[in-house]
Nanobody
Framework: VQLQASGGGLVQTGGSLRLSCAAS????????LGWFRQAPGKERLFVAA????????YYDDSVKGRFTISRDSAKRTMYLQMNSLEPEDTAVYYC????????????????WGRGTQVTVSS
């Protein structure tokens, strides 16, 4: 499975961005997909994940109510709509995938895309 993230950029506090993650290879409809982020000098942290079929979504508490994860099987693409952005959201955002149930730990995602930078100015 190959993943390509895009959509990052510079936005002011309170603004919005939509990240995309295009997948190739694998059976897209059977993949669990996730977003992680890494700020400078910090570890990579879970943001959100979406399961295959109707297995649902899962968010870190820090983004609940502000971020929405979704997927489009016809386009083989996952999205992360980010609203009410805060400077603390500044990080490189990575998309990842796994075959199996939803999980918040990066160690269980074997497939990773290159990150896209999100910068929120105050």
């Amino acid at each position: 499975v190959q993943l390509q993230a895009s959509g990052g950029g510079l936005v002011q506090t309170g603004g919005s961005l939509r990240l995309s993650c295009a997948a190739s290879g694998g059976i897209f409809s059977r993949l669990t997909l996730g977003w992680f982020r890494q700020a400078p000098g910090k570890e990579r942290l879970f943001v959100a994940a979406i399961g295959w079929g109707d297995t649902g979504t899962y968010y870190d508490d820090s983004v609940k109510g502000r971020f929405t994860i979704s997927r489009d099987s016809a386009k083989r693409t996952m999205y992360l709509q980010m609203n009410s952005l805060e400077p603390e959201d500044t990080a490189v955002y990575y998309c990842a995938s796994r075959q199996g149930a939803l999980h918040y730990s990066s160690r269980y995602y074997p497939y990773w895309g290159r990150g896209t930078q999100v910068t929120v100015s105050s």
